[in-house]
């Protein structure tokens, strides 16, 4: 069974910086576009970043574009969310997402197929 694992969550004031990783096997890794999503306590789950296996296409919500960053390391099959300049509103658990499908990033939850069990990353004013 495939599987992601999250970690680096935690307790944060606002303006600073957390960095989550996502670790994966190989073949949940491989050739496969990753992704982050939050679901902050009564919203639905929403997109924060995407990225395609080789490391070079991503996207961004809106939200955090210009403060989040995504990469990954296929030798280390880990993805990573680097988030700086964290506001309250991006107080919610944290979940990687990998694809078995698609090469590319999406924005849909729809378009992968394993998930982490989430992270926890509260930003406090």
């Known amino acids: 069974q495939a599987r992601v694992v999250e970690s680096g969550g935690g307790l944060v004031q606002a303006g600073g910086s957390l960095t989550l990783s996502c670790a994966a096997d ?7 576009a990753m992704g982050w999503f939050r679901q902050a ?6 997109f924060v970043a995407g990225i ?8 961004y919500a809106d939200a955090v574009k210009g403060r989040f960053t995504i990469s990954r390391d296929n030798a280390k099959t880990t993805m990573y969310l680097r988030m700086n300049s ?3 509103e991006d107080t ?6 990998a694809s078995s499908r698609y090469e590319d990033p999406s924005i849909q939850p729809a ?3 394993y998930w982490g069990q989430g992270t926890q990353v509260t930003v406090s004013s």
């Open 26 to 32: 190989g073949r949940t890794f491989s050739t496969n």
């Open 41 to 46: 306590p009564g919203k639905e789950r929403e």
């Open 52 to 59: 395609g296996w080789r490391g070079i296409r991503t996207y």
């Open 86 to 88: 964290l506001k309250p």
């Open 92 to 97: 919610a658990v944290y979940y990687c997402a």
């Open 111 to 113: 378009a992968y197929d």
